[in-house]
């Protein structure tokens, strides 16, 4: 580490890009089950606020694990490793203004404070996607319950391992009682006070 020169005073603030981009930046944690529905819903919210003129990034475990993580497996150590790196991951780009969409299980209370407390606990948007283990086993999209309970994947959450729902969510989504545009509207309705000024006339229509 005596070796390493941080420039970060050197080069153009969080201001100032916040500024050029005319939105305020925060990271969106979207937590749940595998199959609860965190990257549909993610994809929906930033279509919506794409509309608004709001520059988003969405991260999720696919577009991670075959790239920046793509050396780490599933056991307890590699799966704190994978939230630490996307949390680092994602200051960066909040740091440039972005509005960052993640979609990642991070299963224990523990991990996603450890998140938070990388991201900043001002710029950490915890949303909770509620979906029962049996509706998750039912959807199934991947396949993937099915190979678990036949023991192909191990260390699966939900079957293997417990997961731990979010005490005091910042937006909590029941996807089993409402449709997919109420459930991004749950969303907007708390995001866009955060990232857009009311009196900015580039995003017309909020």
Known sequence: MENIHPVFDQILGRSDKEQMLRQRSCALWFTGLSGSGKTTLARHVEVELAKRGVLTQ??????IRTGINSNLGFSEDDRAENIR??????????QCGVVTLNCFISPTREMREMARGIIGNEDFVEVFVDTSLAECEDRDVKGLY?????GEIPHFTGIHAPFENPLHPDVHVMTEKKSIEACVNDVLSYVLLRVVSPHDEHHDGL
Do not use: C, S, W
């Open 58 to 63: 969405v991260l999720d475990g696919d577009n």
């Open 85 to 94: 790196r996307i949390a680092e991951v994602t200051k960066l780009f909040v």
């Open 146 to 150: 099915k190979k678990a309970r036949a």
